[in-house]
């Protein structure tokens, strides 16, 4: 049998349609072939699996009882737990949960799908950057969600009050020893998912994201703070600085830093993704300057790397 071939945008379609947690059946059935074809992809990638074929301990089994018993529907319970949806079904019958109907799953949340109609504050600057890194728009479904650690949940709750919302966080317990507990701010709202759309935030981004080159100028640290917080790194060791992204995410920023006496370097992280790495002392604690001056919402474990190690350099140094 001869082998699948595969474009790079298909193969970029399918690692951003696994990584969103579509079915692989879904996924082979879009593009006619079978399920390893798919697979292989992935694990050229290193793409880690889900794992769909994990079987649940009985700590997990209780917490997703739990789970669906405040309001979790069985999709959103498999999603985070890596299974299909028959395996939470199973689970629940087999502990003599009573199965609730559509209807009962379904409650209605307040949100302010207007909150990006106008940009021209910080917080939504920042925001913005910040789905940009970590965030993810399903536009053929209308929904929108931020996912961070545990230990940034405080931002997702900053984020859901600028909405206005009161929709409830999902917890994703880490699935590896090595991995982090994840909370996760799911909306759904055709109208905020479009105009994220329109603003350059489409569905299977991280790959082909472009920077918002319409942003007001004195915007743009901000924009740039919320990237750092959400795929970048500030150096505890050295003073170095690194934001992962797209060629033009990393390209644009390269321009703008360059606009201010910055200089700042870009190499490979992958065959799809890019990192503009910023390796002089002086560039750093400059460029860290301009994110954090007069910053009122930013990461806290960031931030105090900044404070500690950064802040009182003197740039003549």
């Not at 769909?52 to 959103?76: A, P, S």
């Not at 931002?155 to 982090?180: C, G, M, V, W």
């Not at 569905?203 to 319409?214: M, V």
Request: aromatic share 12%; hydrophobic share 35%.
């Amino acid at each position: 049998m001869n082998k699948v071939i595969f474009s790079k945008d298909e193969q970029e379609d399918i690692i951003n349609m696994y990584l969103d947690f579509i079915p692989i059946n879904e996924i082979k059935d879009k593009y006619n072939v079978s399920k390893q074809p798919i697979y292989n992809v992935l694990k050229e990638h290193n793409i880690e699996l889900h794992g769909e074929k994990k079987k649940l301990n009985n700590e997990q089994v209780m917490n997703i009882i739990d789970m669906y018993n405040n309001g979790y529907t069985q999709q959103k319970l498999a999603d985070i737990y890596g299974v299909n949806r028959w395996t939470i079904k199973n689970e629940l019958l087999t502990h003599g949960i009573k199965l609730k109907n559509r209807g009962e799953n379904i409650r209605k949340y307040e949100l302010n799908e207007h909150y990006f109609d106008d940009i021209k504050t910080e917080e939504q600057s920042y925001f913005l950057g910040l789905l940009w890194a970590d965030g993810c728009n399903k536009t053929d479904r209308g929904s929108i969600s931020l996912k961070l650690q545990e230990q940034d949940k405080y931002i997702i709750e900053k984020f859901r009050d600028a909405l206005d919302s009161n929709h409830p966080l999902y917890f994703y317990p880490k699935a590896k020893e090595t991995h982090q507990n994840m909370y996760s701010l799911e909306l759904n709202s055709v109208i905020l998912s479009k105009r994220l759309e329109e603003l350059g935030m489409i569905a299977n981004k991280s790959l082909i994201l472009e920077f918002p080159k319409w942003l007001n100028e004195s915007l743009i640290p901000y924009f740039i703070k919320g990237l750092v917080d959400g795929d970048g790194h500030i150096s505890k060791k050295n003073y170095t600085v690194e934001i992962v992204g797209s060629i033009d995410i990393c390209n644009s920023i390269k321009t703008i830093l360059k606009n201010i006496n910055i200089e700042s370097w870009i190499y490979d992280k992958t065959e799809f993704t890019k990192v503009l790495f910023i390796s002089r002392k002086n560039d750093s604690i400059k460029f860290l300057n301009w994110i954090y001056n007069n910053s009122t919402i930013h990461l806290i474990r960031k931030y105090n790397i900044y404070k500690e190690r950064y802040i009182n350099e003197s740039l003549s140094a």
